[in-house]
C-alpha cells in the first residue's frame, strides 16, 4: 500500500514558532506496513493547493490501488474535496487522515493513523478520523481544538462519472462572503481579479437588496457559485425575493455544497 506524506500537524515537530513539519516521523510510525512518498519540502496543509493537488492525483492515478495520504487538518476539507470530484469513478480507496495532535505524543495522531491503515472502505475519497470514516467530498472543519474535529455534510446526489482523467488549471479562484453593507465597488474590484468565484451568501440564498450589487454581479463575466453561510440545509432557488439578483445574472447554484466542495466544482469547470 501507498502513504502519501504531504505534511500537517500528525508529522510536526516544536520549533521557537510553533510546530512544523518534520521529516522521517510518519515514516518512523508505518514502518513496513506501507510505502511512504512525502512531499519535498512538507508542508503546513495551509500551503496546500491545486498544484499540490495535481501531484497527489499523479501520484494516486500512477499507484493503481488503494492510497493512504497525510495531510494537515486546516485544509483537510478543500483536498477531501478536490480528490473525490477529480477522481469521480476511481475504482480504489482513497483514505485521507490527520490528527490535531503530533505523533509521539500517544494521542489522537496514532489513534488516526492507526484506523486508516487499517480501514477497507471501498471506492471513494475518504476521511479516517476520530475512531470515524467518513466520505471526503463534502467535509466540514466544526472545531479548531477539539480531536473529533470534523464532520460530513450533506452527501450528494449528483450521479457518479465514468472516470476520467481530471486536473486542475492555473487560474485564479477565490470565496468571496457577502457582508451587511459590503460596498459593490469592492465586489467588483475583487471579481475583476478572478476566473471564477464562489460567493457566501446568507441563509437559505438571499443577498442585500442593491441595484448596484446586482449590475457589479451582472457585469463579471465569470463563473459564479452560490452557498449558504448555513451548515445546514443549503440552497432554494426561488425561496426569497431577496435573493432573485442571483438567479437573474446566471450565478450557479451550489445547493447544499460547502464552500470547499464549491471552489472545487468550479476549478473542474475551468
Known amino acids: 500500500m501507498l502513504l502519501i506524506h504531504t505534511g500537517g500537524t500528525i508529522g510536526m515537530v516544536p520549533s521557537l514558532e510553533g510546530l512544523m513539519p518534520g521529516a522521517g ?14 512531499f519535498e519540502p512538507l508542508l503546513d496543509s495551509a500551503d496546500v493547493g491545486p498544484v499540490h493537488w495535481n501531484q497527489l492525483l499523479d501520484l494516486i492515478e500512477a499507484e493503481n490501488g488503494p ?85 460530513a455534510g450533506a452527501p450528494s446526489d449528483d450521479v457518479v462519472p465514468a472516470w476520467e482523467k481530471r486536473r486542475f488549471a492555473e487560474k485564479r479562484l477565490a470565496v468571496l462572503t457577502l457582508s451587511p453593507g459590503l460596498p459593490p465597488d469592492m465586489v467588483a474590484a475583487a471579481l475583476g481579479q478572478l476566473d471564477a468565484a464562489v460567493l457566501r451568501v446568507f441563509g437559505a440564498g438571499t443577498i442585500p437588496t442593491n441595484p448596484a450589487l446586482e449590475a457589479v454581479l451582472q457585469a463579471a463575466g465569470i463563473p459564479m457559485r452560490a452557498v449558504s453561510s448555513c451548515e445546514n440545509g443549503g440552497l432554494t432557488k426561488g425561496a426569497y425575493a431577496a435573493g432573485a439578483a442571483l438567479w437573474r445574472v446566471g450565478v450557479q447554484n ?12 468550479l476549478w473542474l469547470q475551468l
Open 67 to 151: 492510497v493512504i495520504i497525510t495531510h494537515g487538518t486546516d485544509t483537510m476539507a478543500f483536498t477531501g474535496a478536490a480528490l473525490a470530484q477529480a477522481l469521480a469513478g476511481w475504482p480504489h480507496a482513497v483514505v485521507l487522515t490527520g490528527a490535531m495532535h503530533p505523533l509521539g505524543l500517544q494521542l489522537d495522531a496514532e489513534v488516526n493513523l492507526e484506523l486508516a491503515l487499517a480501514a477497507e472502505p471501498g471506492p471513494g475519497v475518504w476521511l479516517a478520523f476520530a475512531g470515524q470514516v467518513m466520505p471526503a467530498d463534502r467535509l466540514i472543519k466544526t472545531d479548531s481544538q477539539s480531536d473529533a474535529a470534523f464532520r
Open 254 to 265: 451550489g445547493g447544499q455544497e460547502t464552500v470547499e466542495a464549491a471552489l472545487v466544482n
Open 25 to 38: 516521523i510518519v515514516e518512523a510510525a508505518v514502518g513496513k506496513r506501507a510505502r511512504v512518498v512525502s
